[in-house]
C-alpha cells in the first residue's frame, strides 16, 4: 500500500528562529536542531560535501544561536571575572577570550567566547546552557552594581581558507588587519556589526554579529551575492572537522559534572590570581588532589561509520567500563573514524587499546594524540 501522506517538518513559535531563518529554508537547509532553545541549521544535504567546501573554499552558518549575554555599569569588569577562573586582568577592549564559567564545584556550566566592547561592556558568546539566568542569578547576591541582558545579536559563521577574500571582498582590506582573537565594530550597508577572527570549525574564519535582527535575510543575501562567485557555499558547522580539530561540543563532550583539568584545559585555569571567582576553591582543591579521568582522542577500528554517533558509546576494557566516547565520526580526509572521550586516567596513554560498544557493533579502538589534525591550530591563526 502506498501511503499518500507528505512528511512536513513544522516549527513551533515556543523555540525561537533566528533571523537567518527564511535565508537558510530558501538556500536549502533539510534539517535543523534546538540549541538555546532555537533552532539551528544542521543539514544542508552531504555533510561531507559541507565538510569539503569548509576545508577546501568557504560557507556561510547560521550560528545565531549563540546567544550572547551582556554585561554593563560600573563593576561589569568585576563580575565577569566572577564567573570564570581564566585570568581577565589583561584582557583589552577589542579583544575575545575562550573561557569557562564554572559553578561552585568546578564543573563546567558553560565555554563561551568573551567578547570586550569596552571597559565595561562585555559579551559572553554562549554554547548550548541558560548562562543569561545563572548570570542573573549570581548578580542577586554579588553585590555589584551591573546591568544583565540578552541584546539583539546574531552571529554568522564565514569560515575556510577563502574566507579572508570573500570578507575583503565584502566589507574592504581593512579586513586583513583583525588579528586573531580580535574584533572591530563596524557599519556595513546601513546594518550595524561586530566582526571577529574567531569560528567553531579549526579553520581560518570570521564571525559577524548583526546587532538589529530585522536585517538578517538582507545581510545573508548579500554575503552570498558578493561571496558566492568566489566560492561561498552555504553549510551549517561541520561535526567532521570539529572533532578532527578536538573543538569541545557543550553537552555533548562535556556538562557540568566535568571540570577544565581533566578536559585538558588547566591553562585556563588561574588558581593564584588575588581575583576571586566562583569555584576557586573547588579547583584548587581538583588541582591538589588531580584528576581521575582525563578527555583524549581515540581512533575506531571497522568500516567508516555511516554517520556521527547519536549517543555516548561505553568503553571496556575487558569486563570493565572505563569511560564513554562522547563524540565520533568518519574523517574522509584521513579515512579513519576519529573520537573523542573521557577515560579513567590509567588508560589514558597514547597507544592504549580499548573497545568501544558502539551503535554498529563493538570495535577496536587506540588512544591517540588530539586534535587530529592541524594540532597547532596553524590554519585559524595564520
Known sequence: MTSNHTTQAEFGCQIRKSPYFASTQRWGCVGYSVYNHMYIPRSFGDPQANFWNLVN???????????????????????????????????????????FITSAEGGIL??????????NHFWLSLADSDILLWAKGVQIHSGLDVTIREPDVSPLQLQGPKSRDIMCAIFGDWIKDIRYYR????????????????????????EIFLRDGTQGETLWERIMEIGGP??????????????????????TDMNVENNPF??????????????????KAALQKIHAEGVSQLFVGVEISGDP??????????????????GKITSAVYSPRLKKNIGLAHLQIDHTALGTSVTA???????????????????????ASQ
Request: charged residues 20%.
Open 110 to 119: 558553560n565555554d563561551p567566547v568573551l567578547l570586550r566592547l569596552g571597559e
Open 357 to 379: 560498544h558502539t551503535s554498529f557493533g563493538e570495535l577496536p579502538a587506540t588512544v591517540v594524540q588530539m586534535p587530529f589534525y592541524d594540532p597547532e591550530k596553524k590554519l
Open 230 to 251: 568566489m566560492g561561498l557555499h552555504v553549510g551549517h558547522t561541520s561535526t567532521i572537522r570539529r572533532i578532527e580539530g578536538g573543538m569541545l561540543s557543550y553537552v
Open 183 to 206: 574584533f572591530v565594530e563596524h557599519e556595513f550597508e546601513g546594518i550595524p556589526l561586530v566582526i571577529s577572527r574567531t569560528g567553531w570549525s579549526s579553520e581560518l574564519g570570521y
Open 305 to 322: 561509520l555511516p554517520h556521527p554517533n547519536g549517543m555516548h558509546w561505553p568503553v571496556y576494557v575487558g569486563e570493565t567500563q572505563i
Open 57 to 99: 573554499e568557504a560557507i556561510l552558518c547560521d550560528v545565531a544561536v549563540e546567544r550572547q549575554v551582556e554585561i554593563t555599569g560600573p563593576d561589569a569588569a568585576k563580575f565577569v571575572q566572577l564567573l570564570t577562573p581564566r585570568n581577565l586582568s589583561k584582557c583589552k577592549v577589542g579583544q575575545c577570550k575562550y573561557v
Open 262 to 279: 581533566e578536559m585538558g584545559w588547566g591553562r585556563l585555569v588561574d588558581l593564584n590570581m588575588e581575583a576571586d571567582y566562583i569555584g
